[in-house]
T-cell receptor
Framework: SQKIEQNSEALNIQEGKTATLTCNYTNYSPAYLQWYRQDPGRGPVFLLLIRENEKEKRKERLKVTFDTTLKQSLFHITASQPADSATYLCAPDTGRRALTFGSGTRLQVQP | GAGVSQTPSNKVTEKGKYVELRCDPISGHTALYWYRQSLGQGPEFLIYFQGTGAADDSGLPNDRFFAVRPEGSVSTLKIQRTERGDSAVYLC???????????????FGPGTRLTVL
C-alpha cells in the first residue's frame, strides 16, 4: 500500500542555518508533490508544488527537490528564522483530488 | 478576502451525543474537503464535494459520519452517537477545482476542535 514517511522527530536548528526536511514515499509514483506549513491551532497553508518532471523548485528562501528514483522530496529553508518554526507537511499526489499527508515534521528555529 | 471559516472553533460534547460542524468555503470554490487530524498526525481525508454532490466519501470511518452541502457552498459535517475516539481537529478545505486531473491548491480553515468526554 502507499506509504508516506516524514521524520516524526522535531528538527531543532539555529537561526541563519539551512533547515532540510525529508519526505519519503513508497509503493507508488506521484505525478507531483505538495508541501504545506501548519502553525499550532491553524489549518495547513500551501507552500510549494513540484511536478515529477521538475528536479527543483524555489520560492524566496524555500527550495524543494523531487527525486523520483529515490522516491524522496527534500524541503529546504535557507537563512532560517524563528518565524519559520512550524510543522511542515508533505502531500504526494495519490491520483485523488483529496490530499494524503505525511505525519509532518516540526521545525524549531532557535534565535 | 475572506478565507475558509469553520464554526464552532471548539466543541465539547458527551459520548453518545450528536454534533454538527460547519464549514464556509471561499466564495466561488466548487470543491470542498473535510479532513480529521489527530495530535501528532497529518490531516486524514474524510469526504470531498464537487458542487452539491459527494464525489468521494471513502474516508468516512463509519456510518455515524455524514456530510452535506445542499447549495454547493456551506457544508455541515454531522457525527451521530459520538465516541471518545472521535475527538480530533476537524479541518475543512476548499479549492477552485480546475481542469480534471489538475493539481489544486487547497485552502484550509482553522478547524474545529472536537472533544468527546
Amino acid at each position: 500500500s502507499q506509504k508516506i514517511e516524514q521524520n516524526s522527530e522535531a528538527l531543532n536548528i539555529q537561526e541563519g542555518k539551512t533547515a532540510t526536511l525529508t519526505c519519503n514515499y513508497t509503493n507508488y509514483s506521484p505525478a507531483y508533490l505538495q508541501w504545506y506549513r501548519q502553525d499550532p491551532g491553524r489549518g495547513p497553508v500551501f507552500l510549494l508544488l513540484i511536478r515529477e518532471n521538475e528536479k527543483e523548485k524555489r520560492k524566496e528562501r524555500l527550495k524543494v527537490t523531487f527525486d523520483t528514483t529515490l522516491k524522496q522530496s527534500l524541503f529546504h529553508i535557507t537563512a532560517s528564522q524563528p518565524a519559520d518554526s512550524a510543522t511542515y507537511l508533505c502531500a504526494p499526489d495519490t491520483g485523488r483530488r483529496a490530499l494524503t499527508f505525511g505525519s509532518g515534521t516540526r521545525l524549531q528555529v532557535q534565535p | 478576502g475572506a478565507g475558509v471559516s469553520q464554526t464552532p472553533s471548539n466543541k465539547v460534547t458527551e459520548k453518545g451525543k450528536y454534533v454538527e460542524l460547519r464549514c464556509d468555503p471561499i466564495s466561488g470554490h466548487t470543491a470542498l474537503y473535510w479532513y480529521r487530524q489527530s495530535l501528532g498526525q497529518g490531516p486524514e481525508f474524510l469526504i470531498y464535494f464537487q458542487g452539491t454532490g459527494a464525489a468521494d466519501d471513502s474516508g468516512l470511518p463509519n456510518d455515524r459520519f455524514f456530510a452535506v452541502r445542499p447549495e454547493g457552498s456551506v457544508s455541515t459535517l454531522k457525527i451521530q452517537r459520538t465516541e471518545r475516539g472521535d475527538s480530533a481537529v476537524y479541518l475543512c478545505a476548499s479549492s477552485p477545482q480546475q481542469l480534471a486531473g489538475a493539481s489544486d491548491t487547497q485552502y484550509f480553515g482553522p478547524g474545529t476542535r472536537l472533544t468527546v468526554l
